[in-house]
């Protein structure tokens, strides 16, 4: 997913490949002004072991 929003909080979810229903999440993101949020996610749905880690950095 890409979204522009400035200084705003985005609701966002991971899917499963090949699936519209959200395996994490949705959780609350906060986008600060003048930063790129990215949201790393793996692991296995059958497993129930899927993990996530954002990453902001500056522009």
Request: net charge positive; proline share 3%; hydrophobic share 45%.
């Amino acid at each position: 997913m890409t979204a522009r929003a400035v200084g705003a909080t985005l609701a966002a979810g991971v899917a499963v490949a090949l699936s519209a229903t959200a395996a994490i999440g949705p959780a609350d993101l906060d986008l600060g002004e003048g930063t790129n949020t990215v949201v790393y996610a793996w692991g296995s749905a059958p497993d129930k072991n899927l993990l996530y880690r954002l990453r902001t950095t500056s522009r």
